[in-house]
């Protein structure tokens, strides 16, 4: 399928502070409600995965008591267009609650502004709830770090991992 809109970014990682109108936001927030109430055997992330990689790369003990729910799972400023459009589901399932909100907050660390907007639009990032995705997707980001890839978000993904650890 072809998209006549331009994504917002030509790297996941957004470069720059985006002003998006509410409507966007909103459309979005709704999306991806619709999105994580579709029952699925396809699977995004698996326990396992965060047994292993959340002590490893975030230094906590993986939360076990998890709400799964579906997700896009690669919601970054490279997959979304303006009006609304998400792209690249090739990797969708279940996922830890809050998760697709958790991606596109990890890949608008650079630019505070954005990443604020997207934890006001996504009050399950710093809820208990939450927790689950955002240590997930923290560790799949440092270990993408720490095979070479994702540099530029190195410093500002530990200071995340150092939050979630406080919590």
């Known amino acids: 399928m072809r998209v006549d809109q331009p994504v917002l970014s030509d790297d996941p990682i957004l470069q720059h502070d985006l002003q998006l109108p509410d409507s966007w936001w909103a459309d979005l927030a709704g999306t991806l409600e619709k999105v994580s109430a579709v029952d699925t055997d396809r699977v995004a992330v698996r326990q396992q995965y965060m047994d292993r990689a959340i002590p490893q790369f975030v230094g906590l003990l993986a939360p076990t008591a998890i709400c799964w729910t579906t997700a896009h799972s690669d919601v970054h400023w490279a997959n979304l267009t303006e009006p609304l459009r998400l792209l690249d589901w090739e990797g969708w399932g ?10 596109l907050y990890a890949y608008t660390l650079l630019q505070p502004d954005t990443a604020a907007h997207v934890r006001a639009v996504f009050p399950i990032l710093g809820s208990p709830a939450g927790l689950a995705a955002e240590a997930t997707v923290c560790a799949q ?3 993408t770090v720490a095979r070479g890839d994702n540099l530029v978000l190195e410093d500002r993904l530990r ?7 406080r919590r």
């Open 159 to 165: 200071d995340w991992s150092e939050e979630l650890r």
């Open 141 to 143: 980001l440092l270990q």
């Open 94 to 103: 279940r996922a830890p609650e809050g998760f697709d909100a958790a991606t």
